[in-house]
């Protein structure tokens, strides 16, 4: 089963052909798809999008890129929706939160406030996380300790063999997508290829992030078969195995994709 572990086909880039993208995701036999909001604004998309769409489910949060325009009301209703959402089989983790130390002029400390309430709320309902962690591997993984978080997924981890031990110790995945596809990217490619069987999850972050293939253009979900391959041929193994333990990954991790895979069935 292919899962793309992180998309956001509710951003204003799928506006126009959402359903055709949709669409071509399925043909390419991508079966489950993951959309992380992203700020308050996004809450009610994400659940209405997975609830029309088969084979989509959903995340609740707000970015680290989001939090200088988001209020602390928008946390309080963060954990009503949260605990709202929690008889919904498509909702599976509160994200995307995290860190980003590498966009210039952003609140740092606003940051971590806003990462440290909704690490809380995961704690408390007992869900998994799906973290944005650019340029802060350590610190974000020092807030997850603390707060006691052992699932999820370093979204997009581009940090050292290091660091990605030490989030796979902790009992998170880390997610592989685009970025991989460059031959350039080597620090990346090294840990895709190094990393024990149990410690990886494709994704595509589309429209971001796009492979080496699309090159300046939109990425989507319907990359991911190519995106596996890539990953496959990084790690020796087959196209096959790689597919059938991400999913065994992502369902460990997300514990909830179970729940949406027997609505599936039904």
């Known amino acids: 089963m292919l899962i793309d572990t992180h998309c956001h ?12 993208v949709i669409e071509r995701a399925r043909a390419a036999q991508v079966q489950l798809m993951v959309l992380p909001a992203v700020h308050r604004a996004h809450f009610e998309g994400v659940r209405s999008l997975s609830a029309r769409e088969p084979g989509l489910c959903y995340a609740l949060g707000i970015h680290p890129m989001c939090v200088d325009t988001s209020r602390d009301e928008d ?55 799906l973290l944005h962690v650019r340029r802060a591997q350590d610190l974000v993984l020092k807030h997850v300790r603390q707060a006691g978080i052992h699932k999820g997924i370093a979204h997009a981890f581009n940090g050292s063999q290091q660091q990605a031990e030490a989030y796979v110790t902790q009992g998170l995945c880390l997610g592989f997508g685009g970025a991989m596809t460059w031959p350039r990217a080597l620090q990346i490619r090294r840990l895709a290829a190094g990393l024990c069987d149990e410690a990886f999850v494709l994704e595509t972050d589309a429209p971001d992030i796009a ?32 597919i059938r333990q991400s999913a065994a990954n992502a369902k460990r991790v997300l514990p909830r994709l179970a729940l949406l895979e027997d609505l599936r069935k039904d």
């Open 211 to 242: 492979p080496v293939w699309k090159a300046g253009e939109r990425n989507e979900p319907c990359d991911l078969p190519r995106i596996a391959a890539c990953l496959a041929e990084l790690r020796q193994q087959t196209l096959e195995a790689v």
């Open 9 to 20: 086909l509710d951003a204003p880039e799928f506006a126009v052909d959402q359903g055709a």
């Open 75 to 129: 946390l309080v209703a963060l954990r009503k929706i949260v605990a709202a959402s929690l008889d919904d089989p498509r909702f599976v983790a509160v994200g995307e939160i995290g860190l980003d130390h590498f966009v210039p002029g952003l609140d740092r400390e606003r940051q971590v406030r806003f990462l440290l309430a909704q690490l809380r709320i995961a704690r408390e309902f007992d869900l998994p996380v």
